[in-house]
């Protein structure tokens, strides 16, 4: 994971260990904050993100990846 600090935001960016492709997610300061000292739940930290961004920040596995993983599952 590497995080990029610009103004009152941060630039997350992610290796899916599955793909290894690299994702990026904008999010704010104090909510990354707030999610890397687990005050609040991933969904109340960033509501402005997708549910794919904010499983890439949980388990930091792609949406792609993850639908793969668990499309048999869901049949």
Not at 46 to 57: A, I, M, S
Request: charged residues 30%; hydrophobic residues 35%.
């Amino acid at each position: 994971m590497k995080i990029e600090e610009i103004a009152d935001n941060l630039i997350v960016t992610v290796e899916c260990p599955i793909c290894k492709n690299d994702f990026t997610v904008i999010v704010n300061k104090i909510d990354w904050h707030d999610f890397q000292n687990k005050r609040k739940l991933i969904q109340h930290c960033f509501p402005y993100l997708k549910l794919d961004e904010r499983e890439l920040l949980m388990s930091g596995i792609c949406g792609t990846c993850w639908d793969k993983m668990y499309k048999e599952t869901e049949e």
